[in-house]
């Protein structure tokens, strides 16, 4: 790989465990990510707008990501009302690529090479070191974790079918992004009766600019992809899980543990072996 599809990697993973840990530093979080949505949806509309309609058979597949992309937001949310971003983060990233794995073993009837085999048993591992011993992660953030990374990969596979029914895969994720924009604010709405965003107010701003954040990471992981291969770059977007424990001691005052390093460490090996 080049040095730009590393460096672009490496700069999607520090942004998206960067706006994990703006989420996580919300007083309201709930509010906070209903805010950052915001921001997708301002960019996402002139797409929708100048990209022809997708095709028919793939707005099943729409309706359906997005619904599951605002399940996704709300259970984050709960997770980390619960655990910190150093405990809470990488049992989410890390159970994405195991449980897609895992899932192709079982429902595809798929085999495991030496590299996956691998990879599951250090992810695995990672995990259950972050969630025993002392200062481990409650059992209420753990699981909302591992039910956030089984609703990722859960759209991951969805969009992975609907992407190619669209007929435009740009379509796609712009009517994604416009249906998950709507959808949020409304569940916001129904969970707690109104939502207030004062345009005037510097924290409303703050929050749009961390939306912003998360799309510059996503357009970061898009552009590697278009110059690298797929398997190494999701690989190294998996390192997030590092920049996840440092951003939380650094800025959060999380307590950094040797058996939390290790443990992370772990965790991003393991991913980085099922992403190849």
Known sequence: MSAAVVGLALFAAILHAGWNAFLRTGTDRLWTITVMSFAGTV????????????????????????????????????????????????????????????????????????????GVLLVATGIISLSSGEGRAGASSILLALATGAIIASYATV????????????????????????????????????LVVDLRS???????????????????????????????????????????????WLLLGERLTLRRVIACAVVAAGAICLGY
Request: proline share 6%.
């Open 202 to 248: 510097p924290e409303t701003w703050k929050t749009l600019a961390g939306g912003i954040v998360a799309l510059v990471g996503y357009a970061a992981v898009v552009a590697a992809f278009a110059l690298g291969p797929a398997g190494p770059i999701t690989a190294l977007r998996e390192t997030s899980v590092v920049f996840a424990v440092l951003i939380g």
């Open 43 to 118: 960019v996402a509309l002139p797409f929708a707008l100048a990209y022809p309609m997708p095709a028919s058979p793939a707005w099943l597949y729409i309706v359906l990501s997005a619904c599951l992309q605002v399940g996704y937001s709300v259970v984050l949310v709960a997770a980390y009302r619960y655990g910190e971003l150093g405990q809470v983060y990488p049992i989410v990233r890390g159970s994405v690529p195991l449980l897609v794995t895992l899932g192709g073993q079982m429902l595809a009837g798929e085999r495991l090479g030496v590299s996956q085999t691998l």
């Open 159 to 194: 969009d992975a079918v609907g992407v190619r029914l669209a007929g435009h895969s740009g379509a796609y994720t712009a009517w994604v992004l416009l249906l998950y924009g709507l959808l949020l604010p409304i569940t916001f709405m129904l969970m707690r009766g109104r």
